[in-house]
């Protein structure tokens, strides 16, 4: 079983539109959560870190955790082709586990 | 702060000969960690050092290797290098601490002829 789960997408939303990535996890002793973003040809980029239940934003981020649910998702609010990319979720225990990405396009 | 370097950043080899990468951490960071990363498998844990010390191992063959120096620069070393093995290889810094937010440096793009 992998331990990290993401749609691979890819997923497609307008300009201006919230996208919406989700990702699941098996372990339920895991405490931190990121978000990494990684365009085509270049290395993954930290954008979003969360370590308790709930809601964290950071500009037109927001990461959310659930660990009940071994759930973590990112909104993109007001969506721009600059946020095409694929985006990494990361899960840290003991390691990082990474889930192979999720593709987002935004169409002007 | 100077983010996470390494080098080279390119490189071709042939089948059958060694490689070693260079990777120097963000200042301060006591931990690297060594990724492989291709379209077909996404990304890969190889290992990770921490204070001159292997701390984690993912599950490689044993021609990958790495090591840490004082100065927290680390290199890895593949041998016998086999076509398979053409992929972006990721160094990633930490400084190891609860946050354990990680920084990922360029890559170095290997091609194995």
């Known amino acids: 079983q992998k331990e990290v789960e993401q749609n691979s997408g890819p997923l497609s939303v307008p300009e201006g539109a919230i996208a919406s990535l989700n990702c699941t996890y098996s372990d339920r002793v895991s405490q931190s959560f990121f978000w990494y973003r990684q365009y085509s040809g270049k290395s993954p980029e930290l954008i979003m870190s969360i370590y308790s239940n709930g809601d964290k934003e950071d500009g037109r981020f927001t990461a959310q955790l659930n660990k009940a649910s071994q759930y973590v998702s990112l909104l993109i609010r007001d969506s721009q082709p600059s946020d095409s990319a694929t985006y990494l979720c990361a899960v840290h225990f003991n390691k990082f586990y990474f889930g192979s990405g999720t593709k987002l396009n935004v169409k002007p | 702060k100077a983010g996470v370097t390494q080098t080279p950043r390119y490189l071709i080899k042939t089948r059958g000969q060694q490689v070693t990468l260079s990777c120097s951490p963000i200042s301060g960071h006591r931990s690297v960690s060594w990724y492989q990363q291709t379209p077909g498998q996404g990304l890969q844990f190889l290992f990770e050092?921490?204070?001159?010390?292997?701390?984690n191992k993912g599950n490689f063959p044993g021609r990958f290797s790495g090591r840490q120096f004082s100065n927290s620069r680390s290199e890895m070393n593949v041998s016998t290098l086999e076509l398979g093995d053409s992929a972006l290889y990721l160094c990633a810094s930490s400084a190891g601490t609860m946050s354990n937010e990680q920084f990922f440096g360029p890559g170095t793009r290997l091609t194995v002829l």
């Open positions: 050092y921490f204070s001159e010390t292997q701390r």
